[in-house]
C-alpha cells in the first residue's frame, strides 16, 4: 500500500513537473521575439524618428510620426463604430437566451470571429472604396470595426451572464423601467468586463496588416483626414521590411518595436482590467 501511495505521489509530482515545464516552454518563442525585435528596434528610436516624417530614398533619417498618427485615428474611428455596436449586441444576447434572433446573431458572430482579415478587407473594398472611388482611413476603421464586433459581444454577452438576477429583480421591483435597470444598474456592475472586451479587440486590431492594404492604403504624408488614404504602423512595416532599402529597414524595425509594445501593454491593462472585475454570486 505504502509503495502504491509513493508510485502515485511520484506520477502526480511528474506530471505536474511536466505541466510547469511545457507552461514555461510556450513562453519561450515569445521572449525570442521581444528580444530580437528589441535589439534590433531600440537603436533606430529617437525623437526625430517619433516627430518626422519618412525621408525620401536616398536619404538618410526620418520617421514615422505619419504612421503613429495614422494608427492612432484608425483604430479610435474603428473603436467609435465598434464599441456601441459591440455592447448594444452583447446586452440584447445575455438578456435574450433563447430565440429565432440570438440564435443566428449568435451563429454569426461565431462565423465572423472565423472569417480571415484579409477577407474582410475585400469585402469592405467593395463595400466602401470602390463607391467612394478613394482609399481612405475610414474604410480601414469600418474593416477594422467589423473585426473588433465578436470579441466585444462575446465579452459582454458572457460579462452580464455572471450578474446575480437578483439584481434585476431589486431594480424592476423598485418601479425602474427595463431599460434604467440595464442601463444604470446591470451594465455598471460588469462595466471591468466590458473594457477588457474593449481592450482586448483594439489589442487584436492594433497589428492588423491586411485589411488595411485594400481600405487605408498608406501616405507617404502625415494625413488627419479621414476620407483620405492614411499610413498606420503595420502598412509601413510591410512595405519597408519587403523594401531593398537599409533605412526603410531600419524604419520598420523601429515601427514594429513601437507596435509590438504598444499591443503588450494592451493586453496587460486588459489583464489588470480583469483582475478588477468581482462579480460577487
Wanted: charge should be positive.
Amino acid at each position: 500500500m505504502d509503495a502504491n501511495i509513493k508510485y502515485r505521489v511520484g506520477k502526480s509530482k511528474f506530471v505536474q513537473g511536466l505541466i510547469v515545464f511545457l507552461a514555461f516552454l510556450i513562453t519561450v518563442p515569445l521572449l525570442f521575439i521581444i528580444i530580437y525585435i528589441f535589439k534590433e528596434g531600440i537603436s533606430r528610436i529617437n525623437w526625430t524618428f517619433l516627430t518626422h516624417i519618412p525621408k525620401p530614398v536616398g536619404e538618410t533619417g526620418g520617421g514615422i510620426v505619419n504612421a503613429l498618427v495614422g494608427s492612432i485615428l484608425i483604430v479610435l474611428a474603428a473603436s467609435v463604430i465598434a464599441i456601441p455596436i459591440g455592447v448594444m449586441c452583447g446586452i440584447y444576447l445575455s438578456e435574450n437566451a433563447t430565440g429565432r434572433l440570438s440564435y443566428w446573431s449568435r451563429l454569426s458572430v461565431d462565423v465572423l470571429q472565423g472569417v480571415p482579415s484579409i477577407v474582410i478587407g475585400i469585402v469592405v473594398y467593395f463595400w466602401l472604396v470602390k463607391p467612394l472611388g478613394t482609399f481612405s482611413g475610414l474604410s480601414g476603421s469600418a474593416a477594422l470595426a467589423i473585426m473588433m464586433l465578436p470579441i466585444m459581444i462575446r465579452s459582454t454577452e458572457e460579462t452580464l451572464k455572471l450578474i446575480p438576477f437578483s439584481l434585476k429583480e431589486a431594480g424592476l421591483a423598485l418601479g425602474l423601467p427595463y431599460h434604467r435597470v440595464i442601463l444604470k444598474v446591470i451594465v455598471p456592475c460588469g462595466v471591468s468586463g466590458i473594457l477588457s472586451g474593449v481592450m482586448l479587440s483594439i489589442a487584436r486590431i492594433a497589428g492588423e496588416t491586411a485589411p488595411l492594404l485594400f481600405t487605408a492604403f498608406g501616405n507617404p504624408y502625415l494625413n488627419t483626414n479621414l476620407t483620405k488614404p492614411m499610413q498606420s504602423l503595420p502598412l509601413l512595416i510591410f512595405n519597408y521590411a519587403t523594401s531593398p532599402y537599409d533605412d526603410w529597414h531600419d524604419l520598420a524595425w523601429g515601427a514594429a518595436l513601437i507596435l509590438l509594445f504598444t499591443v503588450l501593454l494592451l493586453n496587460i491593462i486588459t489583464k489588470l482590467t480583469t483582475r478588477r472585475w468581482n462579480v460577487q454570486l
